[in-house]
């Protein structure tokens, strides 16, 4: 680098620069430091520095690369936080959550427990189509021994994250069935489609996607908690389940044994209630004509004592008598009747108590019979 030289005069002094005008008819101007004063027409000198042609050159390339890598860095970071499309959340005991692109090009894994990390940590999956990741997940499950149960399981949900869902549940299904044909491996594979909220859900329980949607369909009767299941692998969360709701079924049961059981006690009271009082009915009925003749008979014995007595007096208290002996046994019998009528009410709804028990008794016992453990079946 080197630095020109201008000889001039001072024609204008400011508070930071100094303007000369050269030899030559050109004006240049000079920062001016604190303790130089120069005077208007003073004879003064200006020092220029000159870069070389290759000094500038390098200027501005280094320029043309920093605003070259901005831009480049700028087209990467936008490719590489592409807005994530799908969740595909998958359980073995590896609990693990791919996120993809709307090519189904995965951009992001989560892994929710230590299993999962190791399994990612086997995998180069960035960029790669979300089937070949599933088999290279697979793949890693069956060296790491998480599928040697005989009731392996890998549950996968499928969450669209945008309006659209274009994702083939059963391609889905297949890509893992044929992975675990290669391994040599059976398991039981269960793909389906999830939610949005299904995902936040999981969140606050702390728990993987699945195992959350396994919780809810069988959490009726269980005593199982959702935190119990967070370490557990999902073949292991679906035999507590099972095992809590056989124990349910046992208890429910011996409960209903017990109900039975009570219920044939009072089924049998009641018939012997029932039996009594039909006899005691047809007592009161077989007796009543022979009671009535008596009381009749005794009343006539009284009228003809009256009748004994002087016409003019007894006749009238004759048919007094006779009169209230009618009225009596009518106002009796009417209410020996109401009396019978209002048995018979207490024996029908007995009997109605007793049928309606019945048919309680024969609803739970089918419930029994028809459940799926009854029937061997595992709950889907």
Do not use: W
Not at 54 to 80: C, D, N, P, W
Not at 139 to 160: F, R
Not at 193 to 209: Q, Y
Request: proline content about 3%; glycine content about 2%.
């Amino acid at each position: 680098m080197r630095s020109n030289r201008f000889n001039g005069v001072v024609i204008k002094v400011t508070a930071h620069y100094i303007t000369i005008l050269c030899k030559d008819g050109n004006f240049k101007n000079m920062p001016r430091s604190k303790n130089e004063f120069p005077q208007l027409g003073d004879s003064y000198t200006i020092s220029e520095k000159q870069f070389p042609k290759g000094e500038i050159i390098k200027k501005y390339l280094s320029l043309v690369a920093i605003l070259f890598l901005t831009v480049m860095s700028y087209y990467i970071s936008t490719f590489m936080t592409k807005d994530e499309s799908y969740l595909f959340a998958i359980d073995i005991n590896p609990s693990i959550e791919i996120y993809t692109d709307a090519d189904l090009n995965v951009t992001k894994v989560n892994s929710l427990n230590e299993d999962g990390q190791l399994v990612m940590d086997s995998i180069a999956y960035k960029y790669k189509q979300i089937d070949i990741v599933l088999e290279e997940i697979i793949t890693a499950a069956v060296k790491g021994d998480y599928l040697k149960s005989e009731n392996a399981q890998v549950d996968v949900t499928v969450v669209s994250l945008t309006e659209k869902n274009d994702v083939d549940i059963n391609k889905v299904k297949e890509t893992i069935d044929q992975s675990l044909i290669t391994n040599a491996t059976t398991a039981t594979v269960q793909v389906k489609n999830g939610s949005k909220e299904l995902v936040e859900d999981a969140r606050e329980a702390n728990l993987s996607i699945n195992k959350l949607q396994l919780y809810n369909q069988e959490k009726q009767g269980i005593e199982v908690q959702p935190e119990e299941l967070s370490d557990n692998s999902i073949t292991k969360v679906n035999e507590d389940i099972k095992k809590e709701q056989i124990d349910s079924e046992k208890k429910k049961s011996v409960e209903i044994e017990k109900a039975n059981k009570n219920s044939s006690t009072k089924i049998e009271k009641a018939k012997n209630d029932i039996t009594n009082s039909q006899i005691k009915r047809e007592d009161q009925q077989v007796n009543k004509p022979d009671k009535v003749e008596s009381n009749r008979q005794n009343k006539l014995t009284e009228a003809k004592k009256e009748e004994k007595k002087p016409v003019e007096v007894n006749k009238p208290k004759t048919e007094k008598v006779t009169k209230e002996i009618k009225k009596s046994e009518k106002a009796k019998e009417k209410k020996e009747q109401q009396a019978d009528k209002k048995e018979m009410q207490v024996i029908k709804k007995d009997k109605t108590e007793v049928d309606s028990e019945k048919n309680t008794l024969k609803v739970e016992k089918s419930n029994i019979e028809n459940s799926p453990e009854k029937k061997g079946k595992s709950p889907n």
